[in-house]
Nanobody, 123 residues
Framework: QLQLVQSGGGLVQPGGSLRLSCAASGRTNTYVMGWFRQAPGKEREFVAAISWSSITTDYADSVKGRFTISRDNFKDTLYLQMDSLKPEDTAVYYC?????????????????WGQGTQVTVST
């Protein structure tokens, strides 16, 4: 059973940056990895996904140009660099994984999830 352990997050001012990390307990070099988020009172939404080779990346329109997803397959770690943060980015962020070649934006396609980490963008 693959386990994902997240780190990073916290409180940042608007316009600031944060980096989230997600370390896997096993090899993920054949897995698609993704980030999702859930704001209070809202449904979980897709943020970004990356193929095992890093050749394919997908982003939600709301974060495109501000967030960068990346991975280090030697370390089995996924990252989300978040720049130009806005108050509307405030949410609990989750990493996820699926043992499949194609990226997906539906969280139901990901069987493995991290524990979640809070990101708060506020003055």
């Amino acid at each position: 059973q693959l386990q994902l352990v997240q780190s990073g997050g916290g409180l940042v001012q608007p316009g600031g940056s944060l980096r989230l990390s997600c370390a896997a307990s096993g090899r993920t070099n054949t897995y698609v990895m993704g980030w999702f988020r859930q704001a209070p009172g809202k449904e979980r939404e897709f943020v970004a996904a990356i193929s095992w080779s890093s050749i394919t990346t997908d982003y939600a329109d709301s974060v495109k140009g501000r967030f960068t997803i990346s991975r280090d397959n030697f370390k089995d770690t996924l990252y989300l660099q978040m720049d130009s943060l806005k108050p509307e980015d405030t949410a609990v962020y989750y990493c996820a994984a699926r043992n499949h070649a194609r990226t997906r934006v539906d969280g139901h396609d990901y069987p493995y999830w991290g524990q979640g980490t809070q990101v708060t963008v506020s003055t």
